[in-house]
């Protein structure tokens, strides 16, 4: 689809713990879009956002939000009754995808690898262990790895865990507690109902957390990852499938854990971002490049397939009304 000039608003910044990075996302593609020759305004999302869109009066926005309130369905219901047209996806899938609980009912029951596991209260793990150690605690609804802990059987947090023990347990009312997958760490982008490539990702110390993923030097990309063939068929099967089961549009970020001691058993999918980041670390943008798409032309494609299911849908509400 060959896009016209067009007039974008790029929603970025907001409140959420992702917010650097938000904003970093947002600034990439507002240049990428005005070297295409698109007029873009940018907008920092506030409590007076939905006014912004309206006084903006876009072609279509670029949703570069990262984290609640702007990846769990709240803005794009905003803008559903808005009219607007917007890039990702939309409200049902964005509410099921931010929620790592939800993502497992949608996509095990159709086989989808994911690991077992329960949400727990918060105070029940100053008790006892939800799970055996090594397991993992972390946030329910939230991305980029913030506030995850890995609780080891050497009970660095304490055991039972301390109260007093720095964590994302001093954040949140309840966690979900999983079991730890030891082994690499995979990811596998999705564009336009195409899976990519696979990348691994090294960090050099530590796991691939908040800070190893957005701090330059910090974690080696592998892309494409040294893995065989077999697993890095299965990482784009499983990433493609679970973007279709969510209703997932535009692109999408599907992340593994690989056990590689236990072959294609040991390949886990994590859960699914629906609002991959777009700045100059960020791992959608890179396996694009690797495909021969350089940045404003990805930038461009995830345009292109919003205003391409709008034409649709407006389509289909015109036969049925005729």
Known sequence: ?????????V?????SAERPVSLMSGEGVAKALESKGHR?????????????????????????LHGTPGEDGTVQGMMDLMGLTYTHSGLATSVIAIDKELTKQALVPHGV??????VVKCAEIHERDPLPRPYVLKPVNEGSSVGVAIVTAE?????????????PW???????AEPYIRGRELTTAVIADKALLVTELKPKSGFYDFDSKYTDGMTEHVCPAEIPDEIAQACKEIALRAHRLLGCKGTSRSDFRWDDTQGVEGLFLLEVNTQPGMTPLSLVPEQARACGMD???LVEAIIAEALSDRAAADAARTSRAS
Do not use: C, S
């Open 113 to 118: 690898p994911m690991p077992g596991g329960r």
């Open 295 to 297: 940045y404003p032309e």
């Open 155 to 167: 009970g660095n947090y304490g055991n039972p865990i301390a109260r007093e023990a720095k964590g």
């Open 170 to 176: 001093q954040e949140f009312e309840e966690l979900l």
């Open 1 to 9: 689809m060959t896009l016209p000039k067009l007039h974008v608003a």
């Open 40 to 64: 873009v305004t940018r907008i920092d999302m506030d409590r007076d956002v939905a006014l912004k869109l309206a006084e903006a009066k876009p072609d279509v926005v670029f949703n570069a």
């Open 11 to 15: 929603l970025m910044g907001g409140w």
